[in-house]
């Protein structure tokens, strides 16, 4: 199984300021990762898939970069809106496909 | 517009049984492989089961194999999760989550979540 970590759990951002999130694998994905944005009481939204690579209507801000077992989400100038938290999800070998943990962004 | 709206949860007593619908419009269900993802109240998030668009390929997190079944009836757009056997630990929110693209590749990606549906497993 690919254990998926992401730091920090919670991230506190001041709004128009860069919001950096980390995803590590404990195996190489390639570039099979994917982010989603989950708020509260709501299901979670595709972001990013293969790494870096925006879903339809995802605003230019959020945007994905790596490979291999490191990964970064940013948040290029974060908007109130932005709060939630933030999932990363391998799809490189399964079964089982797995997450991690999330990071929680907050607006400061 | 894509819809995914689960049914079927509740409250069940260990041991017990529920069985969980999610019924699908606004997409060509049978074109699409469909994936059952939970989450614990304030907790992440775990992949559960996966089904193809025609069934015929099926995989299970080793937490719930041999306890639950996925299933779909393509005729009525709605993709199933039988649970037996449940235990405490089983208590989360059900998502339905259809597959991203239409691929050769079974599609392992997430893009319409339903609402959620929450299962709680106590006596």
């Known amino acids: 199984e690919i254990v998926m970590t992401q730091s920090p759990a919670t991230l506190s951002v001041f709004p128009g300021e860069r919001a950096t999130l980390s995803c590590t694998a404990s195996?190489?994905?390639?570039?099979?990762l994917a982010w989603y944005q989950q708020k509260r009481g709501q299901p979670p939204r595709l972001l990013i898939y293969?790494?870096?690579t925006r879903a339809t209507g995802i605003p230019a801000r959020f945007s994905g970069s790596g490979s291999g077992t490191e990964f970064t989400l940013t948040i290029s100038s974060l908007q109130s809106e932005d709060l939630a938290i933030y999932y990363c999800?391998?799809?490189?070998?399964?079964?089982?496909?797995?997450f991690g943990g999330g990071t929680k962004v907050e607006i400061k | 517009e894509v819809q995914l709206l689960e049914s079927g949860g509740g409250l069940a007593q260990p041991g017990g049984s529920l069985r969980l619908s999610c019924a699908a419009s606004?997409?060509?269900?049978?074109?699409?492989?469909m994936h059952w993802v939970r989450q614990v109240p304030g907790k992440g998030l775990e992949w559960v089961s996966s089904?193809?668009?025609?069934?015929?390929?099926?995989f299970y997190a080793d937490s719930v194999k041999g306890r639950f079944t996925i299933s779909r009836d393509n005729s009525k757009n709605t993709l199933y999760l039988q649970m037996n056997s449940l235990r405490a630990d089983d208590t989360a929110i059900y998502y339905c989550?259809?597959?991203?693209?239409?691929?050769?590749?079974?599609?392992?990606?997430?893009?319409?979540w339903g609402q959620g549906i929450l299962v709680t497993v106590s006596s």
């Open positions: 989550a259809k597959a991203f693209r239409v691929t050769a590749v079974f599609e392992r990606l997430f893009d319409y």
């Open positions: 606004g997409f060509t269900f049978f074109n699409y492989a």
């Open positions: 089904i193809s668009n025609s069934g015929s390929k099926i």
């Open positions: 195996q190489s994905l390639t570039s099979s």
């Open positions: 293969d790494a870096s």
């Open positions: 999800q391998q799809y490189h070998n399964w079964p089982p496909l797995t």
